[in-house]
C-alpha cells in the first residue's frame, strides 16, 4: 500500500520555499506549516470542470447571401436594412 507522508515546516522556512510547496500540494503531498503551535494545511484545490451546455442557435435561419459574403446594408427610413450584394459578372 502506497502511503504519502506529510511534509511539515515553519514559517520562514516555507516562507523561503512557498513556490516548491504549491507545486508539492498540487502534486498532492500534504503540506502543513506551523506557527506558534497552530497547524495550517496546504492543499491543492482543482476547479471544477465547466459543465458543456448545449448551444441553441443563436439564428433561426440565415440568408443565403449572408453565407456567401454578398451582403451588404442601405440607410433608409426604417434605419439599417440588410440587402444582398449585386453579384458582377
Known amino acids: 500500500m502506497y502511503t504519502v507522508h506529510m511534509k511539515g515546516f515553519k514559517v520562514a522556512e516555507a516562507r523561503a520555499r512557498f513556490g516548491d510547496l504549491l ?5 498532492g503531498v500534504p503540506i502543513v506549516i506551523e506557527r506558534r503551535g497552530v497547524r495550517f494545511t496546504l492543499a491543492a484545490e482543482r476547479p471544477e470542470a465547466r459543465k458543456s451546455v448545449a448551444q441553441t442557435p443563436f439564428f433561426d435561419a440565415v440568408d443565403p447571401a449572408v453565407l456567401r459574403g454578398e451582403w451588404t446594408w442601405t440607410a433608409g427610413q426604417a434605419g439599417l436594412q440588410f440587402r444582398p450584394r449585386r453579384v458582377r459578372r
Open 23 to 27: 507545486d508539492q500540494a498540487e502534486q
